[in-house]
């Protein structure tokens, strides 16, 4: 057996590197970035009204009070989008609608709260006036050009994994596309003679196949494109075509079941036949079994990810090995994703001492002291998924331990 | 102004309702579940074999050791799909391969790390013999029918956000398809006489529109299906065309932009003319204006968020207001998500009273206390979105409060 941990580097090492593109800004959430994106000009372009309201120039405003206001003359209305043809001088002023560019020789607008336009007249028109109730300090209401991001600045570095406003930040600059790690085409292949898929009546001996949906959603997840390769029978022939299949069109293919050490596991058969393969024993409980390899695809080499047919070492395997490696090849430079000092409510122990650190499956609660505290659902066999769907992370217990009720234990939020 | 739990509230009473649909298993990731799931039969359906090994009457073993071994004659293999055609008798044992169903007869499984086969034999082929050398217990090796579920139990309860391992539980169960409140289809309309959408050069007044792209990955994340309605001009018709046409394909339309209560704002004059509209200051910085209301779709009733058009205030009214609506309409029992109490890692001012409370934009870590630490962002205006995009949760100062360094402040996780 090998450590997690030895396991995860092994395995990360392996990994073959994904040509970066570049994609629709609207299209890249949770990507991550390949370079530092600089902004060209700045945000926002230009000195601009954060109100609705009249550019003035402040010193005209000084002596304004409700009761004695002092009264522009209205040159006009400046809308978002448009620009004053000619400037505030003293006395004057421009209505101004927030975004509206802040005509020249202004320096302060007045919300349009703080103002009183002649009943009936219409509002921001020429030859109207309007008066000032209070004065407005110099820079009032003014958002200058570049308060968000200055001619130059680097808006996003290298590495950043991109979130909803990051696209906004994006889209401020001007860019259309953004250079990124592209997400991972991953074909799901899960293997079984046992399996049926049409939800039909079992014969002795069969089961319903339970792992392709929850594997894709995880891959949705993880920010990949899972293609469904169907389910295999444990013949060889079968196999080794759907996979050749697959290579054509996937970065990697992820396998679920035949990874054991039984002498029939097929798909250890087909993979050992189309290249090196690296079979791990990993001292984790559950989803000790778990193999990989980089195969010669037609046009790139194409992981291997070989999980455990157990739904529970699954799930477990996919979050603990498989996750990281696919997020490092899509750039990020934390694939192993947060851990949290939970508490312990109840005591999680674990059947023996077997070499081997348990992941046990837990829901969490964040209690009103600011932790996570976390409880073990029941049913902790690698077969059990129906009581590992209510939890919602994985509580690491060393071997030969058991964490009572109240302790710290860490924890990794599942996906 | 209201305060955002009336606000919220409003928001709620108002949502229509969305009929549920049946969707496949494989697609119904995140969404909630309508009514209660319930195994029609047991899983596993069979007693099977958790491990490699030798289907045996544990009695046989009893006296079993390294040294004198106990010899049983092997009928033959069962692999996991086929079923042994004779039981286990004493003296005699079937290979089995992990998940095959337990002959009959047989009480328990010795792994076959424990057993040894004569050199060169066709291991489990009938006629053969195996030495056994550890006495098994009772029912070791063997997982019992109805395990991880039991025929009649709930396997999902109504109201459950469905995860990867729920759509595994369904799959064991048999389930194909499965009754959710299905995505919303939600249209995204960005207003603004001043926005530039193909990155182009800027003439002036004009900025780079930057909202679409970042709502449409936020509906994503709140696992709607977003529709882009592309950028209208703040032309009256051509926003009407765009909305009427717009309602016929969606549930829901979030616009974003003109809500504010200037005199020339179009949306809201549009959204005035085709129905009644609810206009909101609601009591938050940033974010004051929303706007919502029902209007009559072709087919159903269509609801309209009206979202303001600076940046910052966008994504806090989405994340604060429309989000809940959103997951209300999409039957989580909890639309608001969690909030934490963290720790300021440095003090979290507000420029001033305003009677709103302000929802900063902070940084968050999970600190080796298990605690959640906050630092602000630097740069809190509404429209600093470039500051705000490394943000990854909201912070809540009550009016005319400071959060020192040091003090606990509630905390809102960012989609």
Request: glycine share 10%; with cysteine.
């Amino acid at each position: 057996m090998i450590e997690l941990a030895d396991a995860r580097r092994t395995l990360l090492a392996a990994c073959p590197s994904i040509a970066p593109v570049a994609l629709p800004v609207a299209r890249a959430d949770r990507c991550v970035i390949v370079a530092d994106v600089v902004a060209t000009h700045a945000v926002p372009p230009f000195d601009n009204t954060s109100v609705d309201g009249y550019a003035v120039q402040a010193a005209d405003t000084v002596t304004a009070t409700q009761d004695q206001p002092v009264h522009l003359d209205v040159l006009g209305s400046v809308l978002a989008g448009s620009v004053a043809d000619r400037p505030v001088e003293p006395g004057r002023t421009w209505k101004v609608m927030t975004g509206a560019p802040l005509p020249a020789g202004a320096d302060a607008v007045v919300m349009v709260e703080r103002t009183s336009a002649r009943a009936g007249s219409q509002l921001g028109a020429a030859g109207d006036q309007v008066a000032i109730l209070a004065p407005a300090r110099s820079g009032a209401g003014i958002r200058r050009a570049g308060s968000d991001v200055r001619t130059g600045e680097t808006v996003l570095a290298a590495g950043t994994v991109l979130r909803p406003a990051h696209l906004g930040v994006l889209g401020s600059v001007g860019a259309r596309e953004v250079l990124v790690y592209r997400r991972l085409r991953v074909g799901v292949l899960v293997t079984g003679d046992e399996l049926v898929t049409d939800g039909g009546e079992l014969r002795p001996g069969q089961i319903h196949e339970s792992n392709r949906a929850m594997l894709m959603a995880l891959l949705v997840r993880a920010n990949c494109e899972p293609m469904d390769l169907g389910v295999a029978s444990d013949d060889v022939a079968d196999l080794e075509q759907r996979l050749r299949h697959a290579m054509a069109a996937c970065d990697v293919i992820v396998t679920s079941g035949g990874v054991s050490m039984g002498d029939s596991d097929p798909v250890k058969a087909v993979l050992e036949r189309m290249g090196r393969l690296n079979w791990m024993q990993v001292a984790i409980r559950p989803a000790k079994p778990f193999a990989f390899g980089v195969l010669d695809g037609p046009s790139a080499p194409v992981l291997v990810l070989g999980l455990p047919g157990n739904p529970v070492s699954s799930l477990v395997s996919f979050e603990l090995i498989a996750r990281p490696a696919l997020r490092h090849m899509m750039g990020h430079v934390e694939p192993y994703g947060p851990s949290v000092l939970a508490i312990a409510d109840e005591q999680l122990g674990r059947p023996l001492a077997d070499g081997r650190t348990a992941f046990l499956r837990v829901l969490s609660r964040i209690g009103p002291d600011g932790r996570v505290h976390v409880r073990p659902v029941t049913g902790q066999d690698s077969h059990q998924l129906s009581a590992s769907a209510s939890a919602d992370a994985l509580a690491e217990v060393p071997d030969d331990r058991t964490v009572q009720a109240g302790e710290d234990v860490l924890v990794y939020p599942l996906s």
